[in-house]
C-alpha cells in the first residue's frame, strides 16, 4: 500500500487532464533531447533526434514549440507543446 502511495506524480498526471506522463517524465524527456546539455532544445538537437520527419515538418513543430522565437526550446515551452500534442 506504501508503494502505490509513494508515486504521486502519476497521481498528478492523471487528475491534472495531461494524460499518462508526469512533469517528472517530461523532464526527463527533455533532457534527453537536449544532446549538448545547454538547457534548450535546438533545431539541430530536434533535427537529429526526429530525423524521420521532413525539414518541413521539423520546422513546423520547432516554431510551434518555441513560443518566444528565440530559436531554442526550453523546458516550459516542451512542457507546454506536450499539453497541445497530448503525446
Known amino acids: ?5 509513494e508515486d504521486s506524480t502519476e497521481a498528478e498526471g492523471e487528475h491534472g487532464g495531461g494524460g499518462p506522463l508526469s512533469r517528472g517524465h ?3 524527456l527533455f533532457a534527453a ?6 538547457g534548450f532544445i535546438e533545431h539541430e538537437e ?5 530525423n524521420e520527419l521532413t525539414i518541413d515538418e521539423l520546422t513546423d513543430i520547432f516554431d510551434q514549440l518555441d513560443n518566444d522565437r528565440d530559436g531554442k526550446i526550453s523546458l516550459e515551452e516542451f512542457a507546454d507543446g506536450f499539453m497541445v500534442f497530448r503525446l
Do not use: P, V
Not at 533531447?33 to 545547454?38: Q, Y
Not at 530536434?46 to 526526429?50: G, W
Open 1 to 5: 500500500m506504501a508503494e502505490r502511495g
Open 26 to 28: 517530461i523532464t526527463q
Open 33 to 38: 533531447c537536449d544532446l549538448n546539455g545547454s
Open 46 to 50: 530536434l533535427h537529429a533526434i526526429c
